[in-house]
């Protein structure tokens, strides 16, 4: 079959999965009927999820947080991780294949069209990573020099808008994914990473000299971080948003953000030392499920 044609199948099939998801049962009913969940996970972005071991094993401050979630609406029911990335979460969430996505997945409107978002857990801060030595404080500083980011990361847009607002170029170079993306900056080959705080703090951490990198720069946004799973399926999000804000009220969610952020982490038992931020702090004590364009607005 020529590649065309192949491509057109393939795009029938997501959208005929997503038209009988959307038409058929929902998700704690696909659960219920196959006796397992498909979790969404990511492989290298520590914190909040990623492989910590052989044998398919993922650990992560959302990733406990799902468990724990489901666990409390699905008790039965078995879990099975699926490793996703930037690029290729939202129409795995939206066409069902996975039930509810684990990752530092940015809650923002233009994803809204295509799958739903709990409660926020975790606020983020895009800002950069450059090398210790380099003497680089600020984005201006950057004009004409090469800076690596995540493809299907936010942070790119932010990166144009930037640009944009402040006239100074920005030559942008893509890693596949965080590891990549770093890579990139420890080789030489961009001057600065940019990402939310923690998964930058995540990566240097873990990085062969965590030393050598400092996170710098102007806060180019404020994003809300949230667990996804499918539109349409208000039985799912409410039983999700539900466990959320119990582990918040009791205080549980903040001995988890402990865990992940304070404490020595898997691979290299180093500790990021990021505490929970006041913002956080406002979110866990008043929950919502506002996009990122609503944080614009403040």
Not at 98 to 123: E, H, M, S, W
Not at 180 to 193: I, P, Q, T, V, Y
Request: with cysteine; glycine share 8%; hydrophobic share 45%.
């Amino acid at each position: 079959m020529p590649r065309s044609f192949k491509m057109l199948a393939l795009a029938a099939m997501v959208a005929a999965s997503g038209a009988a998801l959307a038409q058929g049962s929902g998700t704690l009913d696909k659960i219920a009927s196959s006796g397992k969940v498909v979790v969404g996970v990511r492989e290298s972005s520590a914190p909040m999820a990623f492989a910590i071991g052989a044998n398919n094993q993922f650990g992560g401050y959302h990733v406990e947080l799902c468990e724990r979630v489901l666990k409390a609406i699905v008790p039965q029911a078995k879990l099975e991780y699926m490793t996703l990335t930037a690029q290729n979460t939202m129409p795995l969430v939206q066409n069902g294949t996975v039930d509810i996505g684990c990752g530092p997945t940015t809650n923002n409107l233009t994803r809204q069209k295509q799958v739903a978002f709990a409660v926020t857990t975790y606020v983020s801060q895009v800002r950069m990573a450059v090398r210790a030595d380099s003497g680089i404080t600020s984005f201006k500083q950057l004009d004409g020099r090469t800076v690596a980011a995540s493809a299907g990361t936010t942070a790119v847009q932010l990166l144009r808008k930037y640009g944009k607002d402040n006239n100074v170029n920005l030559p942008t170079t893509l890693g596949k994914d965080h590891f990549e993306s770093f890579m990139l900056l420890e080789s030489g080959r961009a001057d600065a990473f940019v990402l939310d705080d923690n998964l930058l703090a995540g990566v240097v951490a873990n990085s062969a000299n965590p030393k050598g990198y400092r996170i710098v720069g102007e806060v180019l946004g404020s994003e809300p971080i949230a667990l996804l799973f499918r539109r349409d399926d208000p039985a799912f999000k409410k039983a999700v948003d539900d466990q959320l804000v119990k582990l918040m009220q009791t205080g549980e969610l903040a001995k988890v953000y402990d865990k992940w952020f304070m404490q020595p982490i898997p691979p290299k038992n180093m500790a990021l030392n990021l505490p929970m931020s006041d913002t956080l702090k406002q979110l866990i004590a008043a929950p919502n499920d506002k996009p990122l364009e609503a944080y614009a607005q403040q």
